[in-house]
């Protein structure tokens, strides 16, 4: 049975692809290999964030290439990365969160609340509501409301106060675990046991095995009951 060839245009070049493929494998059919902007291929690393428009559409539309399914003459682009310098901070030295917040993304305030964020984010989040509870100091709030966030970038792409939502929300999601939320007793546990050498000998048995072992073993792991 023959394929069905859809248009499709990457970078501005027409090619033709089968019907159904997601984005992600519809540009490695017709040639592109990824080096980077690919990782998990399941929707939850970001590596792989895209744009595109419709003929006749003037709305930009966003997703991911792993997960998005190609439509008949989508004109599209990866936007594998966005320019999105490291905030630097020590969370032992923080002593006033809703200080330092400010000192380390001043920018925050700039958040003029026009929604672009929202529309741009393939996770279904609202940075531009976490970033509103980031800035009037609720913690939790943005820890529960970023959650999901997978870092894709899409949100700072489209902001029009020039800040980076997500690197907002994971400030907020360190701070709030490491100092205000209490810490899970397995986890203390789990800490207590692994700095008294209580799996020194099995990860030591790991490490001398051969990687085919270790496929083997990681087929046939057992998952944890949570
Ligand atoms: S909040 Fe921003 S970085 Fe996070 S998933 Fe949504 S668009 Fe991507
Ligand atoms: S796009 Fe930027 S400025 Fe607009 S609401 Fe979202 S965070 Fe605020
Ligand atoms: S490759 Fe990880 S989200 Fe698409």
Not at 16 to 30: H, S
Not at 68 to 74: K, N, P, R
Not at 75 to 89: D, F, G, V
Not at 159 to 187: D, M, Q, W
Request: proline residues 6%.
């Amino acid at each position: 049975m023959n394929e069905q060839l859809v248009p499709i245009y990457v970078m501005g070049k027409k090619y033709d692809v089968p019907e159904g493929l997601t984005i992600m494998k519809a540009m490695e059919w017709i040639g592109y290999k990824y080096i980077r902007g690919c990782g998990c291929r399941g929707g939850f690393c970001g590596a792989c964030s895209t744009v595109y428009r419709m003929p006749g559409d003037y709305k930009l539309q966003v997703g991911l290439a792993c997960q998005t399914t190609i439509t008949s003459s989508m004109y599209l682009t990866q936007i594998p990365s966005y320019p999105n310098p490291k905030a630097a901070y020590d969370l032992n030295k923080i002593e006033n969160p809703a200080k330092a917040i400010l000192e380390v993304f001043p920018e925050i305030a700039k958040c003029v609340g026009c929604g672009a964020c929202v529309k741009a984010c393939p996770q279904k989040l609202r940075p531009i509501d976490y970033v509103a509870a980031a800035l009037r100091g609720d913690w939790e709030q943005t820890a529960e409301m970023s959650f999901d966030c997978i870092m894709c970038g899409l949100c700072a792409s489209r902001c029009t106060g020039e800040l980076v939502p997500y690197n907002i929300a994971l400030f907020v999601r360190r701070y709030f675990s490491k100092v205000v939320r209490p810490k899970p007793e397995h986890l203390i546990n789990r800490n207590r046991d692994i700095r008294n050498g209580q799996y020194d000998l099995a990860v030591k048995a790991l490490a001398e095995k051969s990687a085919e072992e270790l496929k083997k073993l990681y087929d046939q792991r057992q998952f944890e009951k949570i």
